[in-house]
Each structure stands twice: as structure tokens, then as C-alpha cells.
């Protein structure tokens, strides 16, 4: 690995391969690579723009919801409506 720039460190695609977890591990703390083939850069591995957080009770609140809006039928059967998918 060599540092280019200020902020990614090159690394060549087979290191890249056989290091994934631990590169996750340390993009995950901040670090960028820019993985090279036969010295050319062909991708940036770097951390998530700005990771979503996941809001559980917005997510039940939406579940609910949906599930007031779309009642399930008590009149079709599951293997009905595993037929009905597949048209």
C-alpha cells in the first residue's frame, strides 16, 4: 500500500481482495483506498456519505399503517395469492 494524495491510499486489487474485512474494518473507521489494477486507480473504497439511521419506532409507525391501508383478504387463500404473484 503507498499513500496517494492526502486522503486515499493505493492498494493493488489482489491485496485488496485477500484484505477485504480488515480494509472494512478500517474504512468503517474513516480510512479511503483506491484500489489500482496494473497501477491504474478503478475504484475508491471509502466510508458511507452519511449513513442512515434507522428510525424503529417511524419504521413500526409505518408498518402500521401500511397494514391498516391494506387489510389482508380473509376471503383468498395464501396459495391463491402465491398463483396470483406469479401471473
Known amino acids: 500500500m503507498k499513500k496517494s494524495e492526502a486522503t486515499f491510499t493505493d492498494i493493488g ?3 485488496a481482495k485477500t484484505h ?3 480494509l472494512l ?3 468503517a473507521g474513516g480510512a479511503r483506498f483506491r484500489i489500482t489494477n496494473r497501477g491504474r486507480p478503478v475504484a475508491e473504497l471509502v466510508p458511507v456519505a ?7 419506532s417511524a419504521a413500526i ?3 402500521l ?3 391498516s391501508a ?3 383478504r380473509q376471503d383468498v387463500s395464501i396459495k391463491a395469492l402465491i398463483e396470483e404473484g406469479r401471473e
Not at 452519511?50 to 424503529?56: G, L, N, S
Open 13 to 15: 486489487a489482489y491485496e
Open 20 to 22: 477485504l474485512p480488515e
Open 25 to 27: 474494518r478500517q474504512v
Open 50 to 56: 452519511d449513513p442512515v439511521a434507522i428510525d424503529v
Open 61 to 63: 409507525d409505518r408498518f
Open 65 to 67: 399503517a401500511f397494514k
Open 70 to 72: 391494506h387489510p389482508v
